[in-house]
T-cell receptor, first 111, second 111 residues
Framework: ETGVTQSPTHLIKTRGQQVTLRCSSQSGHNTVSWYQQALGQGPQFIFQYYREEENGRGNFPPRFSGLQFPNYSSELNVNALELDDSALYLC??????????FGPGTRLTVL | ELKVEQNPLFLSMQEGKNYTIYCNYSTTSDRLYWYRQDPGKSLESLFVLLSNGAVKQEGRLMASLDTKARLSTLHITAAVHDLSATYFCAVEDNAGNMLTFGGGTRLMVKP
């Protein structure tokens, strides 16, 4: 059974650019949630996708958008990057509303 | 809005000592999680607590849940250096399974 995987591991962008982060859910899981963890803080919920539909959204602006594909993998897109977007982005998958399992994360640095 | 508070935020302790981390939350929830995070790494699931009075133990760590008081504790017994990490509690939103995290407790165990 393959766990949650994320790509890339690290990336560096400059202000104003756009970025796409990817997540492959654990086998058998149909729900994907994304979290942002700024340095020294707890993770914050960005949004959740269930069977390709957005199922909930945290307090993040519209320039944070997402997608879930038929194989339940997911993308997080961030437009017009700001310095404060520098963070560890965590993806978690679950089967329905059962326990979420976290991926290794993507470290985004915005210069 | 669900709020989760942890204390202390930072804990420095000697090996062999006992201590407790507290997690308070503001609204009713069905599930509470404890995670460990090492520097630069993702979240490692420690415990899932599902009901009032639940107690779970793994090695030197024991977690408990009091849903009436909206309080969970993570007790560390006879700490060892390998337990040095940041510990997060997270509470699940009853409307779905969005997680709200506490601010984390950074634990440093000194030899």
């Amino acid at each position: 059974e393959t766990g949650v995987t994320q790509s890339p591991t690290h990336l560096i962008k400059t202000r104003g650019q756009q970025v796409t982060l990817r997540c492959s859910s654990q086998s058998g899981h149909n729900t994907v949630s994304w979290y942002q963890q700024a340095l020294g803080q707890g993770p914050q919920f960005i949004f959740q996708y269930y069977r390709e539909e957005e199922n909930g959204r945290g307090n993040f602006p519209p320039r944070f958008s997402g997608l879930q594909f038929p194989n339940y993998s997911s993308e997080l897109n961030v437009n017009a990057l700001e310095l404060d977007d520098s963070a560890l982005y965590l993806c978690a998958s679950s089967f329905g509303w059962n326990e979420q399992f976290f991926g290794p994360g993507t470290r985004l640095t915005v210069l | 809005e669900l709020k989760v508070e942890q204390n202390p935020l930072f804990l420095s302790m000697q090996e062999g000592k006992n201590y407790t981390i507290y997690c308070n939350y503001s609204t009713t929830s069905d599930r509470l999680y404890w995670y460990r995070q090492d520097p630069g790494k993702s979240l490692e699931s420690l415990f899932v607590l599902l009901s009032n009075g639940a107690v779970k133990q793994e090695g030197r760590l024991m977690a408990s849940l009091d849903t009436k008081a909206r309080l969970s504790t993570l007790h560390i017994t006879a700490a060892v250096h390998d337990l040095s990490a940041t510990y997060f509690c997270a509470v699940e939103d009853n409307a779905g399974n969005m997680l709200t995290f506490g601010g984390g407790t950074r634990l440093m165990v000194k030899p």
